[in-house]
């Protein structure tokens, strides 16, 4: 199985049963004028907001076992599907998807590469809702694929030899760039490593060659044989780094949920 998938693959297999597509979409307000509009055929929402623990303060944090197991079911998801996840971004919040289902041991998930744009580009034909309705089924977990991480645990990190990579922009990496979050701290975790998602994609939002996500890695001074924490300003991009980890072969993957939103309001320790 592909960890990404083409448009073209996708639509010569959208008929199959086993296969779920799911948008991924997240969006700030102000930027959804600028997203692709549309669905594609079947497609079913995944909220990231929504299909969370709503009883943080923080949004999108990773659901409880339970609550995540019921929503997959109400989506009628079974344990035997392939998921392929998408967003209208192109990419962007579709490896979030991706991690979650992986957190939660599912590993028949993919992601559309290009997403939506790429659809459209193709020639391929879009529908105006989302699918809605269809079977309950009954959706169960599986011991994790991937992993999660909070506060403590990266405390405790900054002592052991744990490699924390950081996905937002250059700028706020060094604290040159103001964070869009309003009351949180600029800089980094001390000892992190910057690799900024959006310099692993191509300018139309594709992921880069399997050669250049090596080099930018290695550049970067990423030693993917060694545990990898990622971290964002949100959880998003982390799971960006995340999946291009995982596709080039690294083994111990966590992501630091709370990211910069929880890290930067905090009295945590920083580097600028």
């Known amino acids: 199985m592909d960890l990404l998938v083409s448009a073209d693959w996708l639509a010569n297999n959208i008929e199959r049963e086993d296969v779920k597509i799911l948008d991924g979409t997240w969006v700030l307000p102000e930027d959804e004028s600028k997203l692709s509009k549309g669905f594609i055929p079947g497609a079913k929402i995944f909220d990231i907001d929504d299909i969370a623990d709503l009883s943080s303060p923080m949004k999108h944090m990773l659901p409880t076992a339970e609550s995540f197991s019921n929503a997959m079911s109400k989506l009628g998801i ?71 991480t909070d506060k403590v645990c990266v405390l405790g990190a900054l002592n052991e030899d744990v490699q924390i990579v950081d996905a937002r922009p250059s700028g706020r990496f060094h604290g040159t760039s103001p964070e869009p979050r309003v009351g949180l701290r600029s800089g980094r975790i001390p000892g992190s490593l910057s690799l900024p998602f959006g310099e692993l994609k191509t300018k139309d939002n594709f992921l880069r060659p399997q050669s250049e996500l090596e080099k930018l890695v290695r550049d970067a001074g990423i030693d993917l044989t060694k545990p990898i924490i990622t971290s964002c300003g949100s959880g998003i991009t982390a799971a960006g780094l995340a999946f291009v980890f995982h596709q080039l072969g690294a083994k111990d993957i966590s992501l630091y949920d709370g990211s910069w939103a929880e890290w930067g309001a905090s009295d945590a320790p920083l580097e600028i």
């Open 78 to 148: 079974y344990n035997a599907d392939h998921i392929i996840c998408y967003d209208r971004h192109g990419l962007f919040s579709s490896p979030r998807v991706w991690w979650t289902f992986m957190t939660f041991g599912h590993e028949k998930v993919s992601i559309l590469n290009g997403g939506l744009p790429a659809w459209v580009n193709a020639g391929l034909n879009v529908v105006s809702s989302p699918s809605s309705g269809g079977d309950i089924s009954n959706f169960n977990l599986n011991a994790p694929l991937i992993h999660v």
